[in-house]
Structure formats: structure tokens, C-alpha cells
């Protein structure tokens, strides 16, 4: 009963924050939002790049550069086994601060990744597109709005080709408002999401409690 009393805390905590952020980052009915201040922008206008990751097979984590790849992205986190790419590794395929990855086809199409200095020395695959928020821009706030509904609902009109390239991605329409307002909402997305982690981390715990008392008990 307590493993399904986190759970459903959770599960809560997710569904409240996409709704929040949802306001937030989609609706100019948010607390935040001013019409002299706020501007409908594409993503080619806040990032650079848009670039296509490396051609190469994932081995063995050689202890310095990790792998990401198309299928090591969902909502949250990535990588649960840490992998290397596959022969001569080429700086421009290097991860960095205040870039963002979106799978580009498959069941991933539309996920995204936004980089952590903890990721360290962090390449990208082929079926990853790679862009670069620009300097006078948030990150973390333009992260944000590649997990709302809004964006959910334009992956899926978009993905039918399959997959979406490049030039799709630079079309892609979200709200922009001055700089301190962006880190407003990030902080508080930021806040939601350690409060998520700390709720998964418990469940986890429980569930590792339950398995084993099981254990002891059928030994």
C-alpha cells in the first residue's frame, strides 16, 4: 500500500507539473505573460546548428567518452549503461552547455536532451540532431517547452514523413519572454522536477525494501 500510495504521489507530481509548465510556457493567460515583453519565436531564432550526430556503433564504455544515442532518450534521464562510440572520436560531435538533442525518427521522434556538466565528455549518434541555444537565452527554459502538450501535439502532426529533419525542427513556434522572466520558470521547473526525483528515488527504495523482506520471508 505504500509502494502504490509514491507511486500514485509520483505520477501526481508529473501530471502537476506538466500542467503548470503547460500555463506557463503555452497559454497568455499565465501570470508572467505581457504582450510588449513576451514574442512568438521559431527555434532557428534562439539556437545555431541543427546538426546531425556521428555514423558510429556503440561499444564498450572506455571510462572518458560517453555515447548517447536515439534510444538512450525519454522524458527525464538517459543512459542507464554508459557507452563509448565506436573507433576515432571527432571533437565536432562533442556535446556542450546549452546544447539540446531531439531523436529524429522512430518511436523517440520529438524526444529531447538537454546537456548537464555532470554528462562530462558526452557524443551524439547520427539519429540525434544537435542544436546550440544562443548565449542570451535559457537554456533550461527552451528545454521546457520541448515537453509540453503543445509540443507533443506538433511532433505528431510533423512526424509523419516519418521522422522529422532538421528544417522541421527549425519551425517549431514557442512563446519567448525577456531573460529574467525565463529563469523565473525555469527555476521553478527545476524545483518540480527535484521534487520528482526525490519522489522517485523513495519508490525506488520501497520497492527494493519489499523484495527483500520477500526474499527473507521465502528463504
Known sequence: HRIETQQ????NLKKYKRGVMSVLLSSKDNPYYSSETWEEVSLCDVASGF?????AAATIYDGSHKYIRITDIDDSSHQDEL?????QVEEKYRVREND?????????V????????????LYFAGF????HINSDVDCSYVFQNTLTEAYRRWVMLESGQPGINAEQYKQYRFLLPAIETQKKI???????????S???????QLEQTKAALLQQIFI
Open 51 to 55: 546538426e546531425y550526430g556521428m555514423n
Open 8 to 11: 500514485s504521489l509520483v505520477d
Open 83 to 87: 557507452v563509448s562510440p565506436e573507433g
Open 186 to 196: 525555469s527555476f521553478l521547473a527545476s524545483n518540480l522536477d527535484t521534487l520528482i
Open 110 to 121: 520529438g524526444k529531447s536532451y538537454c546537456y548537464q556538466r555532470s554528462d562530462g565528455n
Open 198 to 204: 526525490k519522489g522517485e528515488s523513495l519508490l525506488s
Open 100 to 108: 539540446i538533442l531531439f531523436a529524429r525518427t522512430g518511436a523517440s
Open 128 to 131: 540525434l540532431i544537435r542544436i
